[in-house]
Structure formats: C-alpha cells, structure tokens
C-alpha cells in the first residue's frame, strides 16, 4: 500500500514538474520572439490570432486529437494485468 502512494507521488511530482517546464519554454518563447523581431519566428500572440481563422482551427482540433490519441489513449491499460 505504501509503493503505491509512493509511485502517486512522484508521477504527481513529475507531471508539475512537465507543466513548470511546458510553461517556463512557453514564456521563453514569447519573450525572446518579442525581443528579436528581426529573427523571423513568430510570437505566440501572432500564432494564437491565426487560430481565429476556421480552416487553421479545424487542423489546429485535428492535430491535437491525433497527438491525444498517439500519447495518451494507446499507452492506457484499463485491464490490469493485460
């Protein structure tokens, strides 16, 4: 009983730990795009605006499916012991 509350916690540990990263590359991002404007790499803000038009939305819905479904739904075990 005391493994799995161990294992809890560092899978808890680690995924905090993935949005802290995912986050701080995200602000990175923003800041050094916005900083270097010559360097020809688009902000988030610019990114995010062409998400407004319907064809970029749908394979915007499209792609994020597609990588759920690769990352997440195919690495489940909902029988254990399968």
Same mark, same amino acid.
């Given at each position: 009983?005391?493994?799995?509350?161990?294992? @809890?916690?560092?899978?808890?540990? @680690?995924?905090?730990?993935? *949005?802290?990263?995912? =986050?701080?590359?995200? =602000?990175? *991002?923003?800041? =050094?795009?916005?900083?270097?404007?010559?360097?020809?790499?688009? !902000?988030?803000?610019?990114?995010?605006?062409?998400?407004?038009? !319907?064809?970029?939305?749908?394979?915007?819905?499209?792609?994020?499916? *597609?990588?759920?479904?690769?990352? =997440?739904?195919?690495?489940?075990?909902?029988? !254990?012991?399968?």
């Amino acid at each position: 009983m005391i493994r799995t509350r161990e294992v @809890a916690m560092g899978a808890r540990t @680690a995924s905090l730990l993935g *949005w802290a990263v995912a =986050f701080g590359l995200v =602000f990175v *991002w923003q800041g =050094f795009t916005l900083a270097r404007r010559d360097a020809g790499w688009l !902000p988030l803000t610019e990114i995010v605006e062409a998400v407004r038009l !319907p064809v970029v939305r749908w394979v915007a819905f499209a792609l994020w499916l *597609w990588v759920g479904w690769h990352v =997440f739904v195919r690495t489940w075990e909902i029988l !254990p012991g399968k």
